[in-house]
């Protein structure tokens, strides 16, 4: 009976789980190279999305007169998914790890490009 239980509990959390480890599998794996970079001196590049800013309006959203928002370096974060919200985590730990210890750093938040070949989704 226990054992029934007990798959139909792991059965419901699976879907949590997975979640979770979405979001913590990417932060712990840079949080791990970057303990690495302790004992080595070098520049760590880290590959960050785009998605870490939210979603810009698709261009038949906007109004012919107004000018079609875009992401800057400056733009504040607003992740709208838990990946997103993971990869901000970890370009946010970036930066502290490169405050605190000195290590010289990139993050560059990459898009998807537009041409023959693009995923009609993207």
């Given at each position: 009976?226990l054992t029934?239980?007990?798959?139909?509990?792991?059965?419901?959390?699976?879907?949590i789980?997975?979640?979770?480890?979405?979001?913590?599998?990417p932060?712990?794996?840079?949080?791990?190279?970057?303990?690495?970079?302790?004992k080595?001196?070098?520049r760590?590049?880290?590959i960050s999305t785009?998605e870490?800013y939210g979603?810009l309006?698709?261009?038949?959203?906007?109004?012919n007169?107004?000018?079609?928002?875009?992401?800057?370096?400056t733009t504040?974060?607003?992740?709208?998914?838990?990946?997103?919200a993971?990869?901000?985590s970890s370009?946010?730990l970036?930066?502290?790890w490169?405050r605190?210890?000195?290590l010289?750093t990139?993050?560059?938040n990459?898009s998807?490009?537009?041409?023959p070949?693009?995923?009609?989704?993207n």
């Amino acid at each position: 009976m226990l054992t029934v239980q007990l798959q139909a509990l792991l059965h419901l959390l699976k879907p949590i789980l997975l979640v979770l480890m979405s979001f913590w599998k990417p932060l712990a794996i840079t949080g791990l190279l970057l303990i690495a970079t302790r004992k080595n001196s070098f520049r760590f590049h880290h590959i960050s999305t785009d998605e870490v800013y939210g979603d810009l309006p698709h261009p038949d959203e906007v109004n012919n007169t107004e000018e079609l928002p875009l992401f800057t370096e400056t733009t504040a974060y607003a992740p709208s998914s838990p990946y997103s919200a993971s990869k901000a985590s970890s370009d946010h730990l970036v930066r502290a790890w490169k405050r605190t210890y000195g290590l010289p750093t990139i993050v560059t938040n990459c898009s998807n490009n537009y041409g023959p070949y693009h995923f009609p989704e993207n």
